[in-house]
């Protein structure tokens, strides 16, 4: 019996040994190995809409991400977006001027998706407006897939690009006091 205990006892202190040497164990090799990434949030722009100018200056407006820092004369601007990293978007407009604060100028924007393709029965380019809709001034959540800028080629069945087209309106007949103004549009867009 003494000899079965003897054996049990080294079977025990084997097996408690291989553990401990799995556990405690020698690392021989390892490495380190970096990720680089980066997030964009969002990345778009204002673009030059003038088409009133015909479908070709809209259209070199858009291929060429011809900026817009004043509106056209139709008071009109494309809001494109290049690239983004977030689910939803929304985007906030407000409207300020050199007028008394106790009695601003009223606004209007309203919005249309437009849709830039090549048109294969032409062989010209395209372009479609949406139907329009109230934005604001004020916030709105935004369908980013119908504003994803892309750069279109001359060819049949090749992408179609997108924006969000916004028509800034002074509601001056509602406002009675003479004067020449300048108004501050300030758009900005985030993710919810």
Known sequence: ME?????A???????IACLV??????VYWTRTVNLKFSTIGINAECLQWNFAAGVNTAWSNYQSKNI??????ENKLVIVIFAENFHAIWLSSSVSGNWSVSNPIPFNITASYVSY???????????????????????????????????IVNSV?????????????????????PGNWLANVVLSMGYT
């Open 157 to 177: 069945g090749g992408p179609t690009g997108g924006g969000l087209l916004l028509q800034i309106t002074p509601l001056t007949g509602e406002y009675t006091i």
């Open 9 to 15: 006892l080294a079977s025990l202190v084997v097996i």
């Open 117 to 151: 393709q090549w048109n294969a029965g032409s062989g010209e380019p395209s372009i479609t407006v949406g139907t329009a809709f109230h934005i604001g001034p004020g916030n709105f959540t935004v369908d980013k897939s119908k504003m994803m800028w892309q750069p």
């Open 68 to 73: 817009a820092t004043s509106l056209d004369s």
């Open 21 to 26: 040497g799995v556990v405690i164990g020698s």
């Open 3 to 7: 000899k079965r205990k003897t054996r």
